[in-house]
């Protein structure tokens, strides 16, 4: 969804004025020491961004809308992280692992 820690709605750390919590340039956030106080697990998330409504409202206003420029892009446009060796990936675009990569989630 388009809202980080404390409920910010997350914007590109790029965009004029943007302060921490921010996206980096895959459209995402990594808090690999729980700065922001996750407590599922995960040291990296990414997130879509842009207003949006209680889909019940005719007036929601699309990604297309005023405000568009603050928020593009929308969703992630590229991902974190490895394929383990010996693990056979789905995707063929993640490289392999290094030996000093760190496991994305916590055990």
Not at 4 to 23: D, V, W
Not at 27 to 56: E, H, S, V
């Amino acid at each position: 969804g388009p809202r980080g820690p404390t409920g910010k709605r997350m914007r590109q750390c790029t965009q004029p004025g943007e302060s921490m919590p921010c996206l980096d340039d895959c459209g995402g956030l990594a808090d690999f020491t729980n700065i922001y106080g996750y407590t599922d697990g995960y040291f990296y998330r990414y997130y879509t961004t842009g207003p949006y409504g209680d889909g019940l409202e005719d007036d929601v206003t699309n990604m297309f809308g005023n405000d568009a420029k603050q928020y593009y892009p929308f969703t992630p446009v590229c991902f974190k992280g490895c394929c383990p060796a010996g693990v056979p990936c789905s995707t063929s675009f993640l490289p392999a692992c290094e030996t000093t990569a760190v496991s994305g989630l916590q055990s």
